[in-house]
């Protein structure tokens, strides 16, 4: 993912195991939308329940990821 210092990221979504934060940043990605998994490097993955797996995308793309993330995944805001 692309960034700048003056870019702010946004979680469009937050799982409790890496495989489908890396799937639906994949997903992101091949529809145009920088996307990147945030928090899945923990050798402990139980941890995550407490500190999730996010995925994050450019600020300005945040509306248009969101169309794309299936509703039972999206954060709620």
Do not use: W
């Amino acid at each position: 993912m692309e960034t700048t210092d003056t870019q702010k990221f946004k979680t469009v979504a937050k799982f409790s195991e890496r495989i489908p934060a890396e799937i639906l940043a994949g997903m992101l990605n091949d529809n145009g939308i920088p996307a990147g998994v945030f928090g899945a490097d923990s050798s402990y993955p139980c941890l995550n329940y407490a500190h999730p797996v996010e995925v994050k995308v450019n600020a300005d793309d945040f509306d248009r990821a969101l169309a794309l993330v299936p509703e039972e995944d999206r954060v709620q805001e």
